[in-house]
């Protein structure tokens, strides 16, 4: 059974950092694509970052050059680092995982997705 934790979530103000993390258990990270998405209040869920079994990597546009998302597969832990944030960047932040090595990510689709965590709560303020 696929378990994602969430944490490194918080508060901070407009051009601050945090770095969200999500420790996953119960498969081999390595042949997993895995990836962020968030909603923000009144909006669909999006996706944010996500990387796939090779390393690669996509980004929405509005996050380009601010994000990175990386994983430790030795911790079985991926990360994104959110630097330069901004009040647009306030949601709840998803990690989602699924074993499919074929996942077109540059679709950010999330229903090419089956497993996914609780979620953290990232708010800015202007």
């Known amino acids: 059974q696929v378990q994602l934790v969430e944490s490194g979530g918080g508060s901070v103000q407009a051009g601050g950092s945090l770095r969200l993390s999500c420790a996953a258990s119960?498969?081999?990270?390595?042949?997993?694509?895995m990836g962020w998405f968030r909603r923000a209040p009144g909006k669909a869920r999006e996706g944010v970052a996500l990387?796939?079994?090779?390393?690669?990597?996509r980004y929405t546009d509005s996050v380009k050059g601010r994000f990175t998302i990386s994983k430790d597969n030795a911790k079985n832990t991926l990360y994104l680092q959110m630097n330069s944030l901004k009040p647009e960047d306030t949601a709840m932040y998803y990690c989602?995982?699924?074993?499919?090595?074929?996942?077109?990510?540059?679709?950010?689709?999330?229903?090419?997705?089956?497993?996914w965590g609780q979620g953290t709560q990232v708010t800015v303020s202007s």
């Open positions: 989602a995982a699924e074993s499919a090595t074929d996942i077109p990510i540059a679709d950010m689709d999330e229903t090419d997705f089956g497993y």
């Open positions: 119960g498969y081999t990270h390595i042949s997993y694509t």
């Open positions: 990387i796939d079994s090779d390393g690669g990597t």
